[in-house]
C-alpha cells in the first residue's frame, strides 16, 4: 500500500514538473516571439506563434510581417531593381495592393505589348510611388504610351476608351482638357434625333445645298465622304461682329475641299475672341461627333477684321481645349494690321510657334502696313509667309480664296504654293524686315 502511495506522489509530482516544464517553455517561446517582434523580424516570430497557438498574434505578425516586405518592396521599385521587387510583391500577393504593384514591376512587358490595362495600373502605381527618379521616367513612358492610344482610340471613335485613359492621366498633355471635350462628344454622338445639330430641319437651302446646315452661330458643311483622313476648317468673317455675308459660303460650295468638314461661324466675335473660340469648338466638336468624327488638329481662316479672331482662335484653343491649330489663312487682314488690341501678344506667339502654326497672311501690296505684330509673330520663332495676291481686291482676296481651292490645300498638302499665277509666296525670317518690301 505505502509502495503503491509513493507511485502515485512520484507520478503526481513528474506531471506537474513537466507542466511546469511546459509553461515556462511557452513563456520563453513568447518572449523570444517578442524579441524578434522588436527586432522586426515578424515572419519568425508568427511561426513562434502559430505553434504557441495564439492566432492572434500570429495574425499580426504576419501583417507586420507584409507590411516589412512591402515597404522593401516599394524601395526596391523605386530604386528600378524590379525583379526583386517582383519577387518581394509575388510573395505577399494578397497583401493590400500588391498585386497592382507587381504588375507594375513588368510595365516595360506591358508597354512593348501596350497594353492598356496593365499600363494604366502602372501609371497609378508609378503616381502613388512618388517624384523618385526611376518612377519619374517609368511614368513618362507609360504616359506617353497612353496619350497616343487615347488619341488612336478618340480617331477610330472609341471616345468611352480614350475618354478612360485621359481621365487617369489628369493634367498630362492636357489630358484634363481632351476629356473635357471627349466627354461632351460621347453625349452628342448618343443623343436623340431631335437634339441633334446636323437634322433635316437645319438643312440650309436644301433645293439647293445636298450638305450645309445651319444654326444660330453658323453654317456647317458636312462632307461627303466621312473618315480618318476627313479635315477640319473654321471660318471666321469680317466686319465689327456683323452678319456674315453668304457670299462667302456660296463662293466656298463652288469649290468646296471634299473631306472636309467645315464650320463658318455667322460673326467673328471681335470683342470677345476667346469665348467666341470655345463657341466655335463647340460647334465643330457636335457636328464631329455626329458625323462619326474626332477633331485633332483643324485649320482656321478669317476675312478682314475676322483674321485676328482666326489668329486668336490658334492661341485660346489650345489654352482651353487641346485643339491645335494646324495653319491659319489671314485674308487680307482689316485695318492693315494698326490695331494693336486685335494682334497677338508676345506670350500668345510663343503658344503658336510651340504648337508649329501656319500663318499664311493674303495681303494685298504691304507697302506702309504696320508690321510689328507680323514681326512679333516672325521674331517669336512663329511660320509666317505672306502672300501678295494678284488681284488686290480687299473683298475679292477672301473670296478667290473660298472659290479657288486655297482651303483644300491649306487642309491637306501645302508642301507646295497654291495657285501660282495668282499667288506669290514669301517665308519671312527673323531679322529681314527690310526685305518685306
Known amino acids: 500500500m505505502k509502495q503503491r502511495t509513493a507511485i502515485t506522489i512520484c507520478i503526481v509530482a513528474a506531471l506537474i514538473f513537466l507542466g ?6 511557452r513563456i520563453c517561446m513568447r518572449s523570444r516571439a517578442e524579441a524578434l517582434s522588436r527586432s522586426g523580424e515578424h515572419g519568425k516570430a508568427a511561426v513562434i506563434y502559430e505553434r504557441l497557438g495564439d492566432d492572434a498574434a500570429a495574425a499580426d505578425s504576419l501583417a507586420l510581417a507584409s507590411e516589412e516586405s512591402y515597404q522593401q518592396a516599394t524601395a526596391l521599385l523605386q530604386q528600378g531593381d524590379c525583379s526583386g521587387a517582383a519577387e518581394l510583391f509575388a510573395s505577399i500577393s ?19 505589348a501596350r497594353d ?18 526611376y518612377c519619374t521616367q517609368a511614368l513618362e513612358q507609360i504616359d506617353s ?5 487615347a488619341e488612336t482610340l478618340a480617331q477610330s471613335m472609341d471616345l468611352s476608351g480614350a475618354l478612360a485613359i485621359w481621365e487617369e492621366l489628369g493634367s498630362y498633355k492636357n489630358s484634363d482638357l481632351l476629356a473635357a471635350r471627349c466627354r461632351q462628344m460621347v453625349d452628342w454622338a448618343s443623343a436623340p434625333e431631335d437634339q441633334r445639330l446636323l437634322r433635316e430641319e437645319n438643312r440650309y437651302m436644301p433645293d439647293k445645298l445636298d450638305n450645309v446646315y445651319i444654326c444660330d452661330s453658323a453654317y456647317i458643311v458636312v462632307p461627303e465622304v466621312l473618315d480618318s483622313s476627313t479635315g477640319f476648317f473654321i471660318y471666321f468673317p469680317g466686319g465689327r461682329d456683323e452678319e456674315m455675308s453668304i457670299d462667302y459660303l456660296l463662293y466656298y460650295m463652288m469649290n468646296p475641299s471634299p473631306n472636309t468638314l467645315a464650320v463658318f461661324m455667322r460673326r467673328n466675335g471681335l ?3 476667346e469665348d467666341k473660340t470655345s463657341q466655335a469648338v463647340e460647334i465643330l466638336d457636335r457636328a464631329a ?21 482666326a489668329m486668336h482662335f490658334a492661341f485660346y484653343a489650345w489654352e482651353n481645349h487641346a485643339l491645335r491649330t494646324d495653319c491659319v489663312l489671314s485674308l487680307d487682314a482689316g485695318s492693315d494690321w494698326m490695331e494693336a488690341w486685335l494682334l497677338l501678344s508676345e506670350s500668345e506667339c510663343k503658344v503658336t510657334a510651340q504648337l508649329g502654326t501656319d500663318f499664311f497672311l493674303f495681303e494685298s501690296p504691304w507697302v506702309g502696313m504696320n508690321r510689328e505684330g507680323i514681326c512679333r509673330m516672325v521674331n517669336t520663332g512663329n511660320k509666317v509667309t505672306m502672300v501678295g495676291c494678284y488681284f488686290d481686291d480687299h473683298v475679292r482676296i ?7 481651292g486655297v482651303v483644300d490645300w491649306a487642309v ?7 495657285n501660282p499665277d495668282i499667288y506669290t509666296f514669301v517665308t519671312l525670317h527673323p531679322g529681314d524686315e527690310s526685305n518685306w518690301d
Open 20 to 25: 511546469a516544464a511546459l509553461q515556462i517553455g
Open 94 to 112: 494578397q497583401y493590400r495592393d500588391s498585386q497592382d504593384f507587381l504588375t507594375a514591376c513588368a510595365w516595360q512587358e506591358a508597354l512593348a
Open 116 to 133: 492598356t490595362e496593365k499600363l494604366l495600373t502602372a501609371h497609378t502605381v508609378f503616381v502613388k510611388l512618388g517624384n523618385h527618379s
Open 145 to 149: 504610351q497612353l496619350f497616343l492610344q
Open 271 to 273: 470683342e470677345n475672341m
Open 289 to 309: 461627333a455626329e458625323c462619326g468624327l474626332y477633331p485633332q488638329d483643324i485649320v482656321t481662316g478669317g476675312s478682314s477684321l475676322g483674321a485676328y479672331p
Open 398 to 404: 477672301s473670296l478667290d480664296a473660298m472659290g479657288m
Open 412 to 418: 491637306n498638302d501645302r508642301s507646295q504654293p497654291c
